[in-house]
C-alpha cells in the first residue's frame, strides 16, 4: 500500500544545475522522488518535443523511495517519458526547477521549465514550476527552502483544479523575503536584438540578444511583486481562448 505520494521532479537546466538538486533534496522530505533531467541545457524549449531522434533515457540511481534518470529528450519529453514508460502509475505531483532565471511574465511562454509543468497538468497532474531570479552561475538558493516546502504541500495536501499548474518565482537572494503573493502575469515583453557577426569564412551569422521591457504599471502582478521582495505564485493553463471575444468576433 503506497503511504508516501510520488513526485516526479524534472527541469531544462541539466543534471549538474544547483536548482534540481536543491528541489529533489526538499521533496524527499514529502515524499517518494523520481527526478528525470535534461542531458544538456535547455532553456527557451517551451512545449518541444523531440521527433526526430529516439529518446534514451539512462538509470543514474535507484534507492528505497529514490530513482533518478537522465535524459536526451526536451523537458516535456521527459515527463512524457514518466507518465507512459518510466513510471507504474501517475505522479501525484509533478515540480519542475527550480530554474536558474525567471520564469514570471512573458518568459513562461518560451519555458522549458514552465512546459514541462503544463505538460503535467494536461493530464490531470498537479504541478508546479519553481524559478529563481537570478541567471548567475553561482546563483544562491538557500533561501526558497521553507517556501518551496509550504507551496508543495499545500498543493500535496489540497490538489489543483483539473488543468492549473502553479508559476512559481523567487527574486534573487539579496534581501529577506516578505512572503507569497497569489498574483496575475505581468504584461511586459523582450525587445530582441539581433547581434550580426562575420564567421573566418565570410559567413555572416546572428545573436540573439535584447532587454526585458515592463510596461506594466499595475501592483498586482508577478513582476511587481518580485520586484517588493515577495515569492509570485500565478496559477496558469494550457487553454489560450481569448473567451471574451468568443460571442462578439464575427465573419458573418
Not at 528525470?36 to 539512462?58: D, F
Not at 533518478?68 to 517519458?81: A, C, M, Q, R
Not at 514552465?114 to 537570478?134: H, K, N, T, W, Y
Amino acid at each position: 500500500m503506497k503511504t508516501r505520494p510520488l513526485i516526479l521532479v524534472t527541469n531544462d537546466d541539466a543534471a549538474d544545475a544547483p536548482g534540481i538538486k536543491k528541489l529533489a533534496g526538499i521533496m524527499k522530505k514529502l515524499g517518494d522522488v523520481v527526478v528525470i533531467s535534461t542531458e544538456q541545457p535547455m532553456s527557451g524549449m517551451a512545449h518541444a518535443v523531440t521527433v526526430n531522434v529516439p529518446l534514451k533515457p539512462r538509470l543514474l540511481v535507484e534507492e528505497e523511495g529514490y530513482r533518478e534518470y537522465i535524459s536526451n529528450g526536451t523537458p516535456v519529453d521527459n515527463v512524457k517519458l514518466c507518465k507512459h514508460t518510466l513510471l507504474d502509475s501517475l505522479p501525484d505531483l509533478v515540480v519542475s526547477g527550480i530554474n536558474h532565471g525567471s520564469n514570471a511574465s512573458i518568459n513562461i511562454i518560451y519555458s522549458g521549465t514552465m512546459g514541462a509543468a503544463l505538460e503535467a497538468a494536461i493530464d490531470g497532474i498537479p504541478s508546479i514550476g519553481f524559478s529563481l531570479s537570478d541567471y548567475s552561475v553561482g546563483a544562491d538558493f538557500s533561501h526558497v527552502d521553507d517556501y518551496v516546502e509550504k507551496i508543495t504541500r499545500k498543493v500535496l495536501e489540497d490538489g489543483l483544479p483539473e488543468g492549473i499548474s502553479l508559476n512559481v518565482n523567487f527574486p534573487k537572494n539579496d534581501k529577506p523575503l516578505k512572503g507569497i503573493k497569489v498574483c496575475r502575469q505581468a504584461k511586459a515583453r523582450w525587445v530582441e536584438d539581433f547581434e550580426k557577426r562575420v564567421d573566418p569564412f565570410g559567413r555572416t551569422y546572428y545573436w540573439l540578444g535584447g532587454h526585458f521591457a515592463n510596461g506594466d504599471t499595475r501592483e498586482d502582478t508577478d513582476e511587481y511583486f518580485l520586484a517588493k521582495g515577495y515569492v509570485s505564485v500565478v496559477p496558469v493553463q494550457i487553454d489560450f481562448t481569448a473567451h471574451h471575444l468568443v460571442d462578439t468576433l464575427s465573419f458573418d
